[in-house]
């Protein structure tokens, strides 16, 4: 019995499945990650792409706020006095107007600047279709963004002037202020392997530009 022991204490027959079934589970996690970590900064890059490509369309093409499009800065004081027609609209002359979408509805609200009163439009309204065509613009980089994933936003910039007589092609009022157009991206997540399929949260991604056009149908 003692010479069958010895000669079972021995045998090494098993001990290379058994190094690997050691091993796998630390090759595995190590795979997976690699993997996750190049998704992880692949999605990054795609989000930034993005943001770009929606502010570039944003600001060539139709304005979001209608309240933006006739709102009259006659009478502002930008601290020199009241604001008369072709005077220069300064920076706090506009405050900041941020336009998302629920459902159906887009929504814009504002926040005044340090001017206080008068540096915000009283319509609350938004152009969904151009919110839409931002949206639709920007997954093309990205699939997964949706519209409740994006804000698009309206400051002051210091560029533009009282009374400025451009119209789009339907003579409607265009902004009198070229304001600062900023894409925001937030709240997405992405799905990790390591995590088995579970979900990491995303940080937000923004960029901005100075309203071009504020009419236009289409922007490469």
Known sequence: MTGLLRIFLRNRSGAAAT???????????????????????WTLSEMEKAVQMGTRYAVATRVISDGLKSMDFTGLDCGSGALAAGATICKDGLGTITCTKSGSTVTCSCTESALGSGT?????????????DIVRRMR???PGIGPGNVSVSYSGSGIGYVGD?????DGNDLSDASP??????????????LLLGGAVQLPSFSYSQTLEDGDGTWAY
Do not use: N
């Open 120 to 132: 915000c439009p009283g319509d609350a309204t938004g152009d969904a279709a151009a919110f839409d």
């Open 180 to 193: 600062i157009v900023t894409v925001q991206i937030q709240s997405m997540t992405m799905r990790m392997m």
């Open 140 to 142: 093309v980089v990205q």
């Open 165 to 169: 007589p451009a119209t789009d092609d």
């Open 19 to 41: 190094e690997f079934a050691l091993v796998l589970p630390i090759a595995l996690l190590f795979f997976f990650g690699i993997i996750d970590a190049g998704r992880y900064v």
